[in-house]
């Protein structure tokens, strides 16, 4: 089943609400159709794992919190397997401390909402998420060093031919570091070009999600130099 394709009208875009409060449901449902997207939403994960048989959402909004698995164990299931990891998620949780934040990104969500929340904005987050996983049709595949091969079309990337799964974040991260070979890009740049000034994003998540790239890449993972103090590059 193929990752959905990027597509203009709000209409064609599917969100998967995932949360054992009903009213919680009710409301981003409400909320996010009146805005123009179709919504479907699962109070446990048993209902939303048999959904994704059938079919694969443009984004997810997945609560933390739920009475037959954890929402990070969801979340770590899709970005592992190659069918769902090019998914964007959302984390919706009651959960507010920093190391819950952190796991979740690290896992590879794309943004996280704690509650109480404004359903304005979670729907305003719905559309910047879903702006960033849009892909210019004008973007060529890129080759780096012989063997690594980045297409930002397919979302695809390959190490001597063979098909690499990426989690989104580490997909994003490694075009961002390709488009400028050889040049040096700051942890803070790196945040910036993926969340922008969303400030609980630490640095450390650049690092973890970096480690995670070089042992996905396996040979190609040398390509991925850090310069102490600076952040990191990709050497051609």
């Given at each position: ?69 954890d929402g990070l164990d969801i979340c770590r299931f899709l970005k592992q397997n190659p069918q769902f990891a090019g998914i964007p998620i959302i984390m919706l949780t009651a959960r507010s401390e920093e190391a ?137």
């Open positions: 089943m193929a990752k959905p394709t990027s597509v203009s009208k709000e209409s064609d875009r599917l969100i998967a609400i995932v949360d054992d409060e009903p009213d919680i449901c009710e409301l981003l449902s409400l909320h996010l159709t009146k805005a123009g997207f179709r919504v479907e939403t699962f109070l446990n994960g048993a209902s939303f794992y048999q959904f994704l048989e059938r079919q694969v959402p443009h984004l997810i909004i997945l609560d933390l919190m739920l009475p037959d698995v819950d934040r952190v796991s979740g990104l690290e896992l590879g969500a794309d943004d996280y909402v704690t509650k109480p929340f404004s359903p304005r904005e979670v729907v305003a987050r719905v559309r910047t998420v879903l702006r960033r996983h849009q892909t210019p049709v004008t973007e060529q595949p890129i080759t780096i060093g012989g063997i690594l091969t980045i297409d930002p079309q397919r979302h695809e990337v390959r190490v001597a031919g063979e098909k690499i799964a990426l989690t989104t974040t580490e997909f994003r991260i490694l075009s961002i570091l390709a488009r400028r070979p050889n040049w040096v890009f700051t942890r803070n740049q790196i945040l910036n070009e993926l969340w922008g000034d969303q400030k609980w994003v630490i640095d450390r998540t650049i690092d973890v999600h970096i480690s995670k790239l070089r042992a996905k890449l396996g040979k190609a993972g040398r390509l991925l130099q850090n310069v102490r103090g600076v952040g990191y590059k990709i050497e051609t």
